[in-house]
Structures are given as structure tokens and as C-alpha cells.
């Protein structure tokens, strides 16, 4: 068995390109176990500045089959994305054996994100691993990974103070927005979405004093998710944006794929669940219920925080709306100090090694199960030989005495035996690290010929 991981992120893909890629995300694992034989778990991880996929590959550690899953991967992306089969391929970062683990590790400390140290991350990565499971695309390695990873991010953050220190995306968008809002307890929001990112923004606008939040869906979930936080549901956003100073978008209602068979087909293409005619009738109506003309309406700010953009980029261009997105984002994200990004660094190479002890350990068992059979082998001749010597010189030992003997034998010879075992583990272990390098260099050989590849 070996790992693999395909990923792909803002690291190395602007923002647009990474919605494009990351279309039908959700859809990947279950295609990639249904489609090939070698694919044996699938866990998938899709959030507003990445888009990865963990595999569990069945195949011999020599490449060929890894190869052949990273392709038969990257062409499943290409046909629910609707981007060249080769534009997949390129898109992705290819790692095997120790490299997944150190870098989902990274991932869900918050040491990978666009904003070093938020906190939603965490339970992204295990919301993955609880979807996969549900839709039976686990494996026993992909559980232990990434349960190991929510671990991980637990000791990172009661072992360092980096989850204070850095900020969570929404949080410093809501900062960036209070230059421009009245006093928090004076802000009237709208907030669009219902998943986890709306209900971090609630919490977030609730801590900071902002009350007067009302929840709007195209999904049709905004009265359930209002009802059980105490917000107010609307189903007219023009309406509710009449008023508004601050509007949170974090649905991602475009660009979705869905499950069709065993297959997928592509959902037509959602337009912008907020676009600027709305924005300029909402705030056209404002201004004639204030008495006022249209360019004096009062500012508002709207913060689009989902990947496959909720807010058409127009708004901007609308006077008096300040329009902050993931990318404006980014450039505003706050620096953290290197020796606490160094500790929380040591935090995971070291779980990411232990990880890696345990599972490529499983390598080395049957060597180690081999020389302790051979020990057993002699420790029964060593003891045999001795009691029939006894027994030559008419000295008969009891049993207790032969059990006695037997002990002393077994103890020296697995003292002995104790650096050997050693040896053997750390031999097997190197092996399967050596065997899984050059899967590495195979899979990264792929992507970097992407064309011949796909072909």
C-alpha cells in the first residue's frame, strides 16, 4: 500500500485558476475508488484556497501503479472541471510516502493556509475524513492519517500560542472591514451561506457586538441554520441589503457538480449569488426611503470569503461598496514570528515522523517476526542440548529446572537479539522510505510531462 497525495493551492495557483480546478471537488474520491482498481480510499479536502486529494494506492512501490492513479486522478479533475486534461495535471503537486503526512500535518496546524495559524482549517480536515467515511471512501491508513493530523493540530495548538497569534480568514476580514462600519453593536449584516464558514462568521460577528445579522440562502437551509443560532432568515436579498453595512458571502453556490450514477455530469454554471444590479437596486431603493440620492446612501462593505466567487467583481465598480476578496485577503494577511512558525514546525515533522515509524514499522514486521523465530529455534536447541547433556551425566532436571533454563537461555539471546531486530527494522524501514522516494520521482515526472501522461 502506499500513499498519495495530488494537491493543489494557492501556493501555486492564483485564485481563479484554483475555483476552476477545485469545480466538483466533492465528486472526485468517490469516482477515483469507483474507477480504479488500485484507488482502494479516497479522502477529499476542498476549501477556499485549496482543493487536495489523499489517496490509499494498492500497488507495487516501483511507480508504475501510482503513476497510473495520478493520471486516471488528474483526468477525472479535468472532466468535472471542464479544464484540459493536461492543465489538471499540471495544476497538481504530487507527493508520496513521508511527504503526504508531513504536509496534511502542516495543513491542519494552519501552517499551510493563507492565513498562518487560522483555525477553521482543523475542522475542515476532519470534516473531510468524516465525509469520506460516511460515503465508505476510507481506508484503515487514511483514517489513521488523518486522525493523526487533528492530533497533531490539537498538540500544535496547546503547544504553541500560534493559533492566537495567527488569524482565522474570516476573522481578518471582519478586521479589515471595521475601518469602514460604524461601531460593531451599530452594524446591520447579511450574511449569505449556511455551511461552516457562515457559522464562523456569525460567531465571529456575534463576539465582536454585531446582533442585527440576517441569514440568507439560495439552498433554501437559511431558516433551519437562523432558527438554531437565533438569527433572522430573509428570502429577499435586495430587500435585506437595503439597509446593510456589511455583507458576509461565504456559500459557494457556483460551480458545483453533482453525482449522477455512477458517473458525474457538470450543473450548469450558477451565476454570482450576489451581482452588482442587485447591489445598485438595494442601495437605489435605500436612498429613496432616506430621501437621499443614490451616491449619498450610506458605505457598505461586502466581504466575499468563498472560493468559487458568491460576489460578481462589478460590485466593486458600484459607488460607495468596498469589495474585499480572498485574494485582497491574502495580501493583507498578517506575518508571524518565525521562532513560533519554527516550534509549531518541530511540533509536526515530529509527528509526521513518528506517523511514518508506525506505518512503514508494518514493512519491517515481517522481518522482525523472522529473527525472533530463529531465536526461538535456538533457544530450544541451546536448551535440548544442555538437558541431554545432564541426562548423559545421569542428572535428570525437572521440569521446573528445564522452564528455569529455558528462561536464562531466552533472556540472553534476546538481549543479543535486540540490535539485530533493531537493525532489521531500521534496514526494512529504509527500504520502503528508498522504494517510496522514487515514487515520488515517478509521480513528479508524470506531472511534469503531463502531456505525454495523459496521452
Not at 65 to 85: D, I, K
Not at 349 to 355: H, I, Q, T, V
Not at 414 to 440: F, G, M, N, Y
Request: proline share 2%; aromatic share 2%; charged share 25%.
Amino acid at each position: 500500500m502506499a500513499l498519495l497525495s495530488l494537491t493543489a493551492s494557492h501556493h501555486e495557483l492564483d485564485l481563479d485558476a484554483l475555483e476552476r480546478l477545485s469545480t466538483g471537488a466533492h465528486s472526485i474520491g468517490g469516482s477515483a475508488v469507483a474507477a480504479c482498481d488500485v484507488i482502494t480510499g479516497a479522502v477529499v479536502l476542498a476549501t477556499c484556497n485549496r482543493f487536495e486529494l489523499y489517496l490509499d494506492v494498492e500497488a507495487p512501490l516501483d511507480g508504475p501503479g501510482v503513476r497510473h492513479a495520478t493520471e486516471h486522478v488528474a483526468r477525472l479533475v479535468a472532466e468535472a472541471s471542464g479544464v484540459a486534461p493536461e492543465d489538471a495535471a499540471r495544476s497538481f503537486r504530487a507527493r508520496a510516502g513521508g511527504e503526504v503526512a508531513e504536509h496534511l500535518f502542516s495543513v491542519a496546524s494552519g501552517l499551510d493556509s493563507m492565513v498562518v495559524g487560522e483555525r477553521e482549517i482543523a475542522g475542515q480536515v476532519k470534516r473531510a475524513l468524516e465525509t469520506a467515511h460516511a460515503d465508505g471512501l476510507t481506508s484503515s491508513t487514511l483514517e489513521l492519517l488523518f486522525q493523526t493530523a487533528s492530533r497533531t493540530s490539537k498538540r500544535v495548538s496547546t503547544g504553541t500560542t500560534l493559533g492566537g497569534a495567527g488569524r482565522s480568514v474570516v476573522a481578518l476580514g471582519l478586521d479589515l472591514a471595521s475601518a469602514e462600519l460604524p461601531p460593531w453593536h451599530q452594524v446591520r449584516a447579511v450574511l449569505i451561506g449556511t455551511g461552516s464558514y457562515a457559522g464562523a462568521s456569525l460567531a465571529a460577528l456575534r463576539a465582536l457586538g454585531c446582533d442585527d445579522v440576517r441569514v440568507y440562502s439560495q439552498s433554501g437551509r437559511a431558516e433551519e441554520f437562523a432558527a438554531a443560532r437565533g438569527a433572522e432568515a430573509v428570502t429577499d436579498l435586495v430587500g435585506a441589503l437595503e439597509d446593510a453595512d456589511l455583507v458576509v458571502s461565504c456559500s459557494g453556490a457556483r460551480g458545483r457538480a453533482v453525482a449522477a450514477g455512477t458517473g458525474v455530469r457538470r450543473e450548469q454554471a450558477i451565476e454570482h449569488v450576489l451581482d452588482a444590479a442587485s447591489v445598485v437596486r438595494a442601495r437605489e431603493r435605500a436612498a429613496v426611503v432616506a430621501g437621499d440620492e443614490p451616491e449619498e446612501a450610506r458605505p457598505m462593505v461586502v466581504l466575499d470569503l468563498a472560493l468559487h466567487r458568491d460576489v460578481d467583481p462589478h460590485v466593486a465598480d458600484v459607488e460607495g461598496v468596498l469589495l474585499y476578496d480572498l485574494a485582497t485577503l491574502a495580501a493583507h494577511s498578517p506575518s508571524i514570528a518565525s521562532d513560533l512558525v519554527a516550534h509549531a514546525r518541530a511540533i509536526v515533522d515530529e509527528a509526521a515522523r513518528e506517523f511514518e515509524e508506525t506505518r512503514l514499522g508494518r514493512a519491517a514486521d515481517a522481518a522482525v517476526v523472522a529473527l525472533l523465530a530463529d531465536a526461538e529455534r535456538r533457544i530450544r536447541a541451546e536448551v535440548d542440548d544442555v538437558v541431554a547433556l545432564r541426562r548423559a551425566e545421569g542428572d535428570d532436571p525437572t521440569d521446573d529446572e528445564v522452564e528455569e533454563l529455558a528462561r536464562g537461555v531466552r533472556r540472553r539471546v534476546h538481549a543479543d537479539l535486540h540490535k539485530a531486530i533493531v537493525a532489521a527494522r531500521a534496514a526494512a524501514v529504509e527500504e520502503s522510505r528508498t522504494a517510496e522516494r522514487a515514487v515520488v520521482a515517478d509521480a513528479e515526472a508524470m506531472i511534469a510531462e503531463a502531456d505525454a501522461g495523459i496521452r
